[in-house]
C-alpha cells in the first residue's frame, strides 16, 4: 500500500465488552436478515462477502445483517463526511455504543467498529483492516454474530454485534 494511502486512510479499531447503503446515505428498512438488503452497494456488498469469507476460514460463523446497525453506521460515515473528523468518538463525545444505544440497537454481550476513509472499495477496505491487527481481531471474533456497514464518500464505518436484542 501506498505510504500516502496508510497516512490517508488511518484507519482505527474500536473493540469493547458493549452497517451500508453507499455514497447516497439512504436508510435501510428495519429488519435482520442474513444478507445486505439487494439494494445495497456493490462496494459494501464486496466487503460483507470478503469479511465473510474471512472468518469461515477461521472456524467462525458468518455475520447476519443487522438494519440498525447499518443504519447508525451510516448515520456517523455520514457525520464524519459533514463535520469533517475522522474517529471512532464523535465531536459530540458519543462512542460507537452511544449512538447505537441511542438509536434503539442494543445487544447482549460484545460490540466493535471498525472505520476507514479514502476508498469506496471494498476489498481495499477489507485489505487494509485485515493487516491491521485491531481490525483483524473485530473481523475474526467469532463472538459477533451480527454487523452493519456504512460507507459515505470515502468514509466506512463497520459496526458488529454479539446477540442484538433490538
Known sequence: MPTYLRTVLAVLACTLATACSGDDAT???PGISGNPPP???AEVVQLVDLVNDQRGGQ???SLAWHTG???VAVAHSTDMRDRDF???TNPDG?????????AGVDWSGVAGENIAYGTSSGSTVFDMWINSPGH???IENCSFTHHGVGLVDGRWTHLFLQNPTS
Open 136 to 138: 483483524r481481531a473485530n
Open 59 to 61: 472456524g467462525c460463523s
Open 27 to 29: 436508510p435501510f428498512e
Open 86 to 88: 475522522f474517529s471512532h
Open 39 to 41: 439494494a445495497t452497494a
Open 94 to 102: 458519543e462512542s460507537p455504543f452511544d449512538r447505537m444505544h441511542a
Open 69 to 71: 446497525a447499518a443504519n
